[in-house]
């Protein structure tokens, strides 16, 4: 890792695209003690990069900041070039479009430092087709952080073709140095593994809305007040591993193996996003939700979510 | 419901099979102040059984007791008829076999007092057919709860064709009164619903195994640190409710609908459980345990349960 910067001396990060996962991004590195130099096209984004700051800035406190770290190291510039030219690190979070992520790496291909890593938010592109055509495509890596980023600790990093194995190391390192939760995946498919599981999920918690099993709030706690509880501990497999008893993942194998398969037989492909599914769904979240609008569903997500975070942080 | 006893009369509740499940069941059942009843035709038993209480009653006293609460209002029944002829209301954790419940339900069909309801643990049986044969059929749902269960909130009740409607209001009623989270599955389906949205994320994480994605301990990190701590505080539909910003879950369906259609066009039906996989499986769970027995790993999942049940309740 000769070529690339020693982690403690990254000193300014660029983000690219300043939309709910660029916002959140940007509070993340303020807060772990960055000076971040921000770019997004949109009409009034720095008013609204300002206004997310400031509202999960208490949330990063209770975390806990890194000393020194200040919002006002914040630098707003008014094109990616610029954003770029003096940054150790770039996490892009452009919009979902091979298109317009060509033309913006195309811009700052050659502007990006010698040592400078270049990291994409990418939740659904293939980064080799991204890097196609770039003179430093071997520094370039996705970076996939879960909505919230400065709040869910998982990052999922994968390499192109074109990517320097060493700057696929890189990334792990720095992103674990920054206190994220990075993990490597070695292949380049769509929605790389975290969301390929959670779209495995909604598939079946689709099928059980388009097949009358349970009214959609009833299909929620199926998971948020069972399942899902245990999966903030641990993993899938893990999970299972304890499930077979002294046993381990063993006996779950051999007793429960059978189970699962004879209620993947019954599992239907994929079910059809109609409009008429789409406002079932919306009518269910509605009764579920109550009063409550989607500003207070996300901030008691938030809230939950932090006090979980804590919860876990202080049990070992 | 004139017909079936006021919560608040319930006094006794027969356990019939004290394993994993049913040990839990008799902790929770005990530690909300209720009197039970218990009989399991296992070797030692009665020794695991009090053993299992004693580890569990601190955990429960974190949650908090019910006034009176005492783990000395446990009996040790030889039968499984002595065992209900005397109680309130039975929850049944016999193995998962047809024949074997059936054999059990044909005991003590008669014996189950005339206002007393009968309720199942069972994952995969399709009740209909287990109550096929019984005179006191219209008294018996399923109550499904989930590992361990007198931690994790989720019951899915499940009525039989010939169940009694009343009788699932009931079940519903009584298990939200002793401070669970009761869920009404419509249809009887192989293995009801959370079952079968785990199965599903199971399917999907074992074929990242398959294709050799990530290592076992990253695709368990994938969930852990990721979508699973935001499905510890809500549901899947909900949670992409937020996904999708102002907008709403409108927003996610129509600008996440595809890329998830997408995904879910490149899953490839049941993977092969076979032996080299368990054992791959197992190398990797091993190496993400370390030194942790499964001993060690359960209490770990129990303590950070604990804290994060804590957490959630103490946040609204």
């Given at each position: ?315 070992t």
């Amino acid at each position: 890792m000769a070529d690339y910067l020693p982690f403690d001396q990254v000193r300014r990060i660029a983000v690219l695209g300043t939309g709910t996962i660029g916002a959140s991004w940007t509070a993340y590195f303020l807060a772990r003690g960055y000076a971040v130099s921000a770019w997004d096209p949109g009409d009034g984004w720095k008013a609204n990069l300002r206004e997310f700051i400031d509202r999960a800035w208490p949330q990063l406190q209770t975390i806990g900041l890194e000393p020194g770290a200040d919002t006002a190291a914040l630098t707003f510039l008014d094109d990616p070039v610029s954003a770029v030219s003096t940054a150790d690190f770039v996490q892009e979070n452009a919009p979902e479009r091979l298109d317009i992520k060509k033309e913006l790496y195309g811009k700052i291909d050659y502007a990006l430092p010698a040592q400078a890593i270049f990291s994409s938010s990418t939740s659904g592109l293939i980064l080799s087709e991204l890097v196609a055509d770039l003179g430093t495509s071997h520094r370039f890596v996705v970076g996939h952080p879960f909505n919230p980023p400065h709040l869910i600790p998982l990052v999922e990093v994968v390499g192109a073709r074109q990517t320097d194995p060493a700057v696929i190391d890189w990334a792990m390192g720095f992103y674990k140095h920054i206190g994220k939760h990075p993990i490597r995946i070695r292949k380049e498919v769509p929605g790389h593994l975290a969301n390929r599981l959670q779209a495995a999920l909604w598939r079946e918690a689709t099928w059980a809305v388009v097949n009358d099993l349970a009214s959609v709030e009833d299909i929620n706690a199926a998971i948020s007040q069972g399942p899902g509880l245990r999966l903030a501990v641990m993993g899938p497999h893990m999970i299972f591993n304890l499930t077979g008893g002294k046993g381990g993942f063993e006996k779950f194998y051999s007793h429960f193996g059978p189970a699962m398969e004879s209620w993947w037989q019954t599992m239907q492909g994929e079910p059809e996003l109609t409009p008429e599914l789409c406002a079932q769904i919306v009518d269910g979240l509605r009764e579920e939700a109550g009063e409550r609008t989607i500003n207070d569903l996300e901030a008691e997500r938030d809230r939950k979510l932090l006090a979980v975070l804590k919860a876990l942080r202080d049990t070992t």
